[in-house]
C-alpha cells in the first residue's frame, strides 16, 4: 500500500501539519464512510454504477460520538475548553437525508448542549458529479447568550454590529454543493476530488464559497494510516457573513485517518482520527490548530 502513495501526497500532508475539520464536502456532516462507498461501487468506473454514482440506498442510517480539541465555526473560534464532545446522526432515504448534529461542553453546569445543527438535504449524481441541495438550521441558544463575548471567540474583537458583542442564538442557512471527481475511482491509487460549496443565510445577510481540493487513497487493507487517508485545502470567500467585510476570509487544511472494521465484516463501526488547521487572512481572526477523534455506527 505505502508503495503506492506517491512521496508528493506524504510531503502534502507533513506540510499542512496534519489538517481542517471545517469543510462541508460530501464526506463531512455526518459521514465520513461515503467516498469509501463510492468506491467500492464504482467498480473501476465512475459510469458504471447503474443506480447512480452516489448509491442512494433505499435506507441507510448512522450515528456517531467524538471528541475535539477546540472549534471554529465560519472562522470564528467559539469555543476553546478541555471537554467537547459532539454526537450526530442521520437517516437517508433515497438521497433524501435528515441530520442532526450537537455539541456538548462537560466543563459547563448546564446539560443544554452549546449547540445543535439540523440539517435536511437532498443528493443526486449527474454525468460523475455529485450535487447536494440542503437546509440547515445552527442552534446555538444552548450557549446560554454567553456565546460571541471576546474571550470566547472572534480572535482579537468581537464584530461591532452584534447586539451586546454576541451571537446571533440561531442561523439558518441555505447549501448547495458540487463535487467532481476527475478521474476514475480506484480502490489503493490515489485519487482526486474538487469540491465547491456555496452557503447563504436565509434570516440576514451572509454568503460563504468554499472552495476545497482533495487527495485520498482508500486502501485495500489494513495500513498504520487506516483505510482511508485525505488531505484537503479550502480556501474561503465571504460577503458580510457575521461580519461587515467581504473577501477572502482564510484557508483551512484537513487531513484525516479512518479505520474502518465494516470493511473486513467486523462490526459496522468505523474511526476517524483528524487534524485541522485554520489560518485566517484577518488579523481579527485567529489561527489555530485542533483535532478530533470519533466512533462512528453505520447501519
Known amino acids: 500500500m505505502l508503495r503506492r502513495i506517491p512521496a508528493t501526497i506524504l510531503l502534502v500532508a507533513l506540510s499542512i501539519g496534519a489538517g481542517t475539520l471545517c469543510a462541508e ?6 459521514r465520513v464512510r461515503s467516498i469509501q ?5 464504482a467498480s473501476g468506473s465512475q459510469y458504471k454504477d447503474n443506480t447512480t454514482l452516489l448509491g442512494n440506498e433505499l435506507f441507510s442510517a ?19 475548553d478541555d471537554l467537547l464532545f459532539r454526537g450526530d446522526a442521520y437517516i437517508n432515504v433515497y438521497g433524501f437525508e435528515a441530520s442532526v448534529w450537537t455539541m456538548y461542553n462537560l466543563n459547563r453546569s ?17 454525468e460523475g458529479t455529485i450535487v447536494s441541495l440542503g437546509y440547515t438550521w445552527y442552534d446555538f441558544s444552548g450557549s446560554d447568550g454567553s456565546l460571541g463575548k ?3 471567540g472572534f480572535g482579537k474583537k468581537a464584530p461591532k454590529e452584534f447586539p451586546d458583542n454576541r451571537f446571533p442564538n440561531s442561523i439558518h442557512e441555505a447549501q448547495i454543493s458540487l463535487s467532481y471527481f476527475p478521474s476514475v475511482l480506484q480502490a489503493g491509487g490515489v485519487n482526486l476530488l474538487f469540491t465547491v460549496n456555496a452557503f447563504q443565510r436565509l434570516d440576514d445577510e451572509g454568503t460563504r464559497v468554499e472552495s476545497s481540493v482533495t487527495v485520498f487513497v482508500d486502501s485495500p487493507q489494513f495500513t498504520v494510516f487506516g483505510d ?3 488531505v484537503t485545502t479550502t480556501s474561503i470567500y465571504q460577503h458580510r457573513y457575521l461580519t461587515n467585510r467581504s473577501g477572502f476570509q482564510g484557508q483551512t487544511s484537513h487531513a484525516r485517518l479512518v479505520y474502518n472494521l465494516d470493511k473486513y465484516r ?20 485567529v489561527d489555530g490548530f485542533y483535532f478530533g477523534v470519533s466512533i462512528n455506527l453505520r447501519f
Not at 462507498?37 to 461501487?41: N, V
Not at 460520538?65 to 469555543?79: A, K, Q
Not at 459496522?268 to 484577518?282: H, M, Q
Open 25 to 30: 464536502d460530501i464526506d463531512y456532516f455526518p
Open 37 to 41: 462507498d463510492l468506491i467500492e461501487r
Open 62 to 80: 448512522g450515528a456517531g460520538v467524538g471528541y475535539t480539541s477546540d472549534y471554529y465555526w465560519r472562522g470564528f473560534r467559539l469555543f476553546n
Open 110 to 126: 448546564s446539560l443544554r448542549p452549546t449547540e445543535t445543527d439540523y440539517r435536511f438535504r437532498y443528493q443526486f449524481e449527474i
Open 150 to 152: 471576546p474571550n470566547q
Open 228 to 230: 482511508y487517508f485525505s
Open 266 to 285: 467486523i462490526a459496522p463501526v468505523f474511526f476517524v482520527i483528524e487534524g485541522i488547521y485554520y489560518a485566517g487572512f484577518s488579523k481579527e481572526l
